[in-house]
């Protein structure tokens, strides 16, 4: 396929105002699944779990199963909800939606329809530079997930070309919210920059609630993109796109950018924007066709008749209002007073979404200024050249410890950075890592002032030069003895024992 011809961005704001939505999908974190008593692990038993065997007859669709709402899975929603400053309804129900769905047993998915749990609330989002953007939230509602296909066959691991699918039901069931907003209207130049602003504010919202894990590459967290283009002073909304399941906070401002982009040149060109999902491309920064997108009338939603509505205690809602943790944006703020950071030190952990990670691994042990030089440094590089997130290679609580080893002194900072790669390649704990890879620093001055002998005696008149008062001629020693010891020595320690065998 043709790549789509793309219009400079600054010349399609100038022709054309975008207009953006999201549905940000979350995944609960409940003991079992939403509608079945099938087990629902977390992130590393889950995905180690061999297909088909976290299952119950509710999700397969088996005649005679019969679903039970998770009782957890309604308080981790009205949490959500009230996180969102939405309106929990007195009463909601569940509906069928249904179309063709392979991975989903029953071929219907159970979700809500025109009866949410949550409804008109506002979120707001800070974006790089401080400015504070409310962003309409529509609904919050429940429902369940889909399986997994895995295309077999073809060259790609996609289905175009594959021979056949399989499909794993294990996901089948997992409990969702799907956050709805309304259109966002008003973003102009900064509408990628809000998208991603947008998905990180609900990701740090369900953390803080402790529903999810809201790893987005994991797929506890899933962002459906929404754009579309009027030309400017026109009222009528444009048509819109629907890029799916966008897995990163730098993709989903790169899908934003991209779509604008694609969208301005087909309307500039006479075209018109055909409605559907498109697949993202993070190898290429491309969207793709998908399928066309159905309106609501061509699901065919009709109350789920195996359920009862949901109608949730009034106590029970003020109980978890009672519960809330602090937004992001006044959490944002209170830490980068706790922490003493400058605007732009806080500004590098906040634009790397590493905010939990420093807190965590100052919780762990670790000064303030220590974490945030790991995580937005050395972490962030590898991050960066594996093309993952940095949250997803290491623990906070390792992050601690390495850096507790170099305050002992048993590590220098060059030989922490081999220990951090030695734990992110999966070799074991740091302490685990700098004794299997011997990387400690020698602190044994027999052995140094053994190698600084041997080095003066190889380089004569350097040990001239000191003894007429030349220090920085020591420099010449440091190095080899340095590079004697494959670097494990400590390097100001090495220059006091030089200076001592010179002064002998």
């Given at each position: ?360 691994t100052i919780a762990a042990g670790a000064a303030p200024a220590s974490a945030r030089k790991w995580w937005t440094g050395e972490i962030t590089r590898i991050a960066n050249t594996q093309d993952r997130e940095a949250s997803a290679l290491i623990a906070p609580a390792d992050v601690a410890a390495l850096q507790s080893l170099v305050d002992a002194g048993t590590l220098t900072d060059k030989l922490a950075r081999q220990v951090l790669e030695g734990v992110i390649a999966g070799e074991g704990t740091p302490e685990e890592v700098v004794e299997s890879r011997g990387l400690a620093v020698v602190s044994d001055d027999g052995a140094l002032i053994a190698a600084i ?52």
């Open positions: 396929m043709a790549a789509a011809k793309l219009m400079d961005y600054d010349k399609a704001l100038e022709m054309f105002e975008p207009v953006l939505g999201f549905e940000v999908h979350v995944e609960l974190n409940t003991r079992t699944k939403m509608f079945s008593n099938a087990p629902n692990p977390a992130n590393e038993e889950f995905h180690s779990a061999e297909p088909n065997t976290l299952i119950a007859p509710v999700d397969m669709g088996l005649p005679g199963a019969l679903p039970v709402v998770n009782a957890a899975a309604v308080r981790s929603a009205i949490s959500l909800g009230l996180a969102l400053g939405c309106t929990i309804a007195e009463s909601s129900r569940f509906a069928r939606k249904n179309y063709f769905y392979p991975d989903l047993g029953k071929n219907y998915q159970i979700s809500q329809a025109d009866e949410p749990i949550a409804f008109e609330g506002s979120v707001e989002i800070e974006l790089e530079d401080g400015t504070i953007i409310a962003v309409p939230i529509e609904r919050a509602h429940m429902e369940e997930d889909a399986g997994k296909l895995t295309h077999m066959g073809g060259a790609t691991g996609r289905i175009q070309g594959a021979e056949y699918s399989l499909v794993d039901y294990n996901r089948a069931g997992v409990p969702l919210v799907e956050i709805v907003t309304k259109p966002i209207i008003g973003a102009e130049h900064r509408a990628p920059e809000i998208g991603k602003a947008y998905v990180a504010t609900i990701r740090d919202i369900v953390r803080g609630l402790g529903i999810s894990e809201a790893r987005l590459e994991r797929g506890n967290l899933r962002c459906d993109a929404n754009v579309s283009l009027r030309p400017r002073g026109q009222e009528k909304l444009g048509t819109r796109t629907e890029t799916k399941n966008v897995n990163s906070m730098r993709s989903v401002e790169r899908a934003v950018r991209y779509e604008i982009q694609r969208q301005a040149q087909i309307l500039a060109d006479g075209g018109t924007i055909t409605q559907e999902t498109r697949h993202w491309h993070e190898d290429t920064g491309r969207t793709s066709p998908g399928r066309p997108k159905s309106d609501a009338d061509d699901y065919r939603y009709f109350p789920e008749p195996d359920l009862l509505p949901v109608q949730p205690a009034a106590e029970l809602i003020e109980e978890l209002r009672a519960a809330l943790p602090e937004q992001p944006v006044a959490r944002r703020r209170r830490l980068k007073a706790d922490w003493g950071f400058t605007d732009l030190e806080f500004q590098d952990v906040h634009n790397g979404g590493l905010i939990d990670e420093v807190e965590a002998d041997e080095a003066l005696a190889a380089q004569p008149d350097v040990l001239a030069k000191i003894k007429d008062g030349k220090v920085q001629a020591a420099g010449a020693v440091i190095g080899a003895v340095m590079k004697a010891m494959k670097g494990q020595a400590d390097a100001a320690r090495v220059r006091e024992l030089v200076l001592v065998r010179a002064a002998e």
